[in-house]
Each structure stands twice: as structure tokens, then as C-alpha cells.
């Protein structure tokens, strides 16, 4: 399952890592838009299975963010 980016901004924060158990509905990447926070959440869980952006890029809307399996 791919979480993606659900606007474009910068990746704040990064909340997980790879082998990380998440949970539906957790935050996994807070991006930061026009001075705002947004946080992105798993829509299932699921074990990471990679991260695709770091801490101070840039995530273009719809960007794969974090995989989970």
C-alpha cells in the first residue's frame, strides 16, 4: 500500500521508519504547507516497508510518500 502526499508542501516530519508497525488512521509524515501543518495518515496498517522522502523535502501532491505491506 502506498500513503501519498494529499497536497504539495515540505515534509516536516518524518514519523517512521522502515519495519515500523503503523496503525489505520496514524500519522506517518507531517508536511507543512503555507505555514500549516498536515498531518498524513495510513488508511490501513501495515508494517513500513520504505520511506521515500526525508526530513526538509519537498512532496509534489500525490508523491508516494511511505510504503507499507
Known sequence: MQIKAIMAG???KVLVKPGDTVESGQDVVILESMKMEIPITAE???TVKAVHV???DF???EEVLVELE
Do not use: Q
Request: proline share 0%.
Open 54 to 56: 526525508n526530513e526538509g
Open 59 to 61: 512532496a509534489n501532491e
Open 10 to 12: 515540505n515534509v516536516w
Open 44 to 46: 490501513a496498517g501495515g
